[in-house]
């Protein structure tokens, strides 16, 4: 491993991650599907979900990349593989950059707020562009929704999410001490307390940019254990709350 936290973490198993990305993000990573394939099998992971930047993200995939999945292979070296895409909403109204008739061959998705496709407005509550973008076909998480650059209700925000059977990740890239996203200690912690007390089930998420931090929440757990989050809540620990969600 590249890192040192075992996956299995006594109180929160770590079977599956969802939100990773391969060359065809872009971000100067060279790795292919398969690269990710073997980071996954060598740390025991049951499920690789593979979910690359929609096109616009500089450097990204074109649309044709996401149409073509569905023909993609579904198991290899023991993991089974899901596609879907980390879209981005392009503005206020919730508009993202992939069509409806794309999504809807996808596994899952994300939706997502980044610079520059997104310009930060700090002035604004963008609790509303993210529930109008909830309506898109297969979006069940909701990515990285902790960075203070793009306000939210977080209450509001959440118990929406919960009453549409969307949920929250918790992303590590967010955590770690040279994260590019700002107040994500602070807004996690918030975050998880909220889910804690509504009951709205959280999905953890490595956010690699290659193989290199597959399977990667070392900076999560210690969140988790500070507010004592319920494992069951925890998506990747809880082999019927995925299959629920994403079967």
Not at 75 to 92: C, M, Q, S, T
Not at 148 to 167: C, H, Q, S, T, W
């Amino acid at each position: 491993m590249s890192f040192t936290t075992d996956l299995f973490h006594k109180n929160y198993p770590i079977y599956l991650d969802l939100h990773t990305h391969t060359i065809s993000s872009g971000h100067g990573s060279t790795d292919k599907i398969i690269d990710l394939v073997h980071s996954a099998r060598d740390r025991r992971l049951t499920i690789l979900g593979i979910s690359d930047h929609g096109p616009a993200t500089s450097g990204s995939a074109s649309p044709s990349y996401f149409r073509g999945l569905k023909y993609a292979d579904r198991h290899k070296e023991g993991v089974r593989i899901l596609y879907g895409a980390e879209l981005n909403i392009i503005d206020e109204e919730g508009n993202v950059d992939l069509e409806d008739s794309i999504l809807e061959n996808l596994d899952y998705a994300f939706i997502s707020i980044h610079p520059p496709v997104f310009t930060p407005y700090e002035h604004l509550d963008l609790t509303e562009t993210y529930i109008k973008a909830m309506n898109h076909p297969k979006v069940s998480f909701l990515g990285h929704i902790d960075d203070a650059r793009f306000p939210v209700n977080f209450e509001k925000l959440l118990m929406a999410a919960k009453d549409r059977g969307i949920y929250p990740e918790i992303n590590n890239g967010s955590l770690m001490p040279n994260a590019y996203r700002v107040g994500g200690q602070k807004n996690c912690r918030i975050l998880l307390q909220i889910c804690k007390d509504i009951r709205l089930p959280v999905l953890l998420s490595s956010d690699s940019h290659g193989k290199k931090n597959v399977g990667n929440m070392e900076y999560i757990f210690p969140l988790l254990e500070e507010i004592d989050f319920p494992e069951e809540l925890v998506i990747n620990s809880n082999q019927q709350l995925w299959e629920k969600i994403l079967f």
